[in-house]
């Protein structure tokens, strides 16, 4: 059993210079107990990423 499971999840940003593909197909299993961090560049916006997993889990 897993705290958070992801399995295809994917997230496209469009704006006016077309669209970019920040997520594709991903699957992620996060056991009970287990620690994880989002890290990226000061502009990758790792709020938004988690946001977008707890929506996809909230479903």
Known sequence: MYAVELDGV???YVNRKG????LQDVQLAIAPGE?????GPSNSRP???FSKIVR???K
């Open 47 to 49: 709020i938004e990423a």
């Open 56 to 58: 996809q889990g909230n």
């Open 35 to 39: 620690f994880v961090s989002l890290i």
């Open 10 to 12: 994917s997230q496209v």
């Open 19 to 22: 669209a970019f593909v920040a």
